[in-house]
T-cell receptor, first 115, second 112 residues
Framework: DGGITQSPKYLFRKEGQNVTLSCEQN?????MYWYRQDPGQGLRLIYY???????QKGDIAEGYSVSREKKESFPLTVTSAQKNPTAFYLC??????????????FGPGTRLTVL | GQSLEQPSEVTAVEGAIVQINCTYQ??????LSWYQQHDGGAPTFLSY????GLEETGRFSSFLSRSDSYGYLLLQELQMKDSASYFC?????????????FGPGTRLSVLP
């Protein structure tokens, strides 16, 4: 079955540590996105990538980094520079090239808690 | 900057019809999307409007008026499983047309 997977589902981090969240898709989509969601809030764009080896900052990129070495994979690193990293992180993908809609497909999310 | 506004909460009974409004202010505009998110889950796509008018998908319909910067999601024959948060989202011209901005969400409670 095609879809997006994220791991781990829950992640606990000590202050000062970097952590990497995994996102993999087998939908053959060109574009991938990382969002952050805080309790009771909407989604905010952290980073996005339209093609391999290229990515752009979203609205809240400070304290985060990404890579796009393969079309299927778009890992997100939450660095120690991120002041308040506790949140629900969602990865999404979109067909992009030739797409007639803006449909994004989301992974199940990773809930990060800083201890 | 970009901003979207939605009502924070809506309550309705099973079998009823409910409308969730969304107004937006963005720098350029490509389309309005709607997503459903159950507690603890991931958002799932419901509907998209790239042009003015009504789009119908089963019990869900969505409407867009570009001149009014306004859209709505219409849910008919409400079921208990429709209790969730609903987000509108727009794609605007920032970041090479890849900037997606989500509204704050509307929490729908369906009562028996």
């Amino acid at each position: 079955d095609g879809g997006i997977t994220q791991s781990p589902k829950y992640l606990f981090r000590k202050e000062g540590q970097n952590v990497t969240l995994s996102c993999e898709q087998n939908l053959n989509h060109d574009a991938m996105y990382w969002y952050r969601q805080d309790p009771g809030q909407g989604l905010r764009l952290i980073y996005y990538s339209q093609i391999v080896n290229d990515f752009q900052k979203g609205d809240i990129a400070e304290g985060y980094s990404v890579s796009r070495e393969k079309k299927e994979s778009f890992p997100l690193t939450v660095t120690s520079a991120q002041k308040n990293p506790t949140a629900f992180y969602l990865c999404a993908s979109r067909e992009a090239q030739g797409a007639r809609t803006d449909t994004q497909y989301f992974g199940p999310g990773t809930r990060l808690t800083v201890l | 900057g970009q901003s979207l506004e939605q009502p924070s909460e809506v309550t309705a009974v099973e079998g009823a019809i409910v409308q969730i409004n969304c107004t937006y202010q963005t720098s350029g505009f490509y389309g309005l999307s709607w997503y459903q998110q159950h507690d603890g889950g991931a958002p799932t796509f419901l509907s998209y409007n790239g042009l003015d008018g009504l789009e119908e998908t089963g019990r869900f319909s969505s409407f867009l008026s570009r001149s009014d910067s306004y859209g709505y999601l219409l849910l008919q024959e409400l079921q208990m499983k429709d209790s969730a948060s609903y987000f509108c989202a727009v794609r605007d011209q920032d970041n090479y047309g890849q900037n997606f901005v989500f509204g704050p969400g509307t929490r729908l409670s369906v009562l028996p």
